[in-house]
């Protein structure tokens, strides 16, 4: 068995949901509007710099879910997978997530993005296998804490390893498809890795690399396995 393994925001689809998930909340009245939009824009910024503190993001980003119960933000999120998320869905991606499929490789997506904004995207995509930022969840509410590994960084790498492990697929050759350069050390792990509309950081560790560079964001896409 082998196991494709895709990094979502801004490689599967042409944007990042967590960002726009903040946008979203903004834009329906959820949170204060002026304060949490400069604070996720700034955090959103570290985050393409390469030096984003996850921690911090994540008690920052994470806390809304804590203060509204789970009927309206199940309501507001699949407004938001609908109006915002499904515009995004790239054509090429879906053409390439295929393509492992009838390779007959396990495939997977592995974000840092939590879990309650990602399900719907993962099932959209039909990719069984989510691979997220889990957001705690006690007594049917979320607390606005996370609970284990955030799939970030180095984070992915020993969350990937444990769910290899826990399937027994610790010895299956292994792609890895993103477009950030917070994706190297998992990049950097498997033996197939494909910068996808790569930052410049990622496109020149590519380059020097010789790692395969795609596009998604055209109608063409390049076999999956011919590396």
């Given at each position: 068995m082998s196991v494709a393994l895709f990094d979502l925001d801004n490689t599967l689809i042409a944007g990042d949901s967590d960002s726009l998930w903040g946008?979203?909340?903004v834009a329906c009245g959820a949170v204060d509007s002026e304060a949490f939009a400069e604070t996720h824009r700034r955090f959103h910024q570290d985050y393409?710099?390469?030096?984003l503190d996850i921690d911090a993001f994540l008690a920052f980003a994470l806390s809304p879910l804590a203060q509204h119960p789970e009927e309206q933000l199940h309501a507001w999120r699949a407004d938001f997978t609908r109006d915002w998320i499904e515009p995004l869905v790239l054509p090429a991606a879906e053409a390439l997530l295929e393509e492992h499929r009838r390779a007959g490789h396990h495939l997977a997506i592995v974000?840092?993005?939590n879990r309650f904004v990602t399900a719907p995207i993962a099932e959209r995509l039909d990719v069984g296998t989510l691979l997220a930022t889990e957001p705690e969840?006690?007594?049917g509410r979320y607390t606005g804490r996370h609970t284990g590994t955030p799939t970030?960084?180095?984070g992915k790498i020993r969350v990937v390893e444990a769910w290899l492990r826990e399937h027994g697929l610790e010895q299956a050759e292994k792609w890895f498809y993103s477009d950030s350069l917070n994706d190297l050390p998992l990049l950097r792990h498997v033996e197939h890795p494909v910068a996808v509309d790569p930052d410049d950081t990622l496109r020149a560790e590519a380059r020097r690399n010789g790692w395969p560079v795609l596009t998604l964001r055209q109608a063409e896409t390049p076999e999956c396995c011919s590396a």
């Open positions: 946008e979203y909340l393409i710099e390469g030096r974000t840092a993005t969840r006690r007594d970030f960084r180095e």
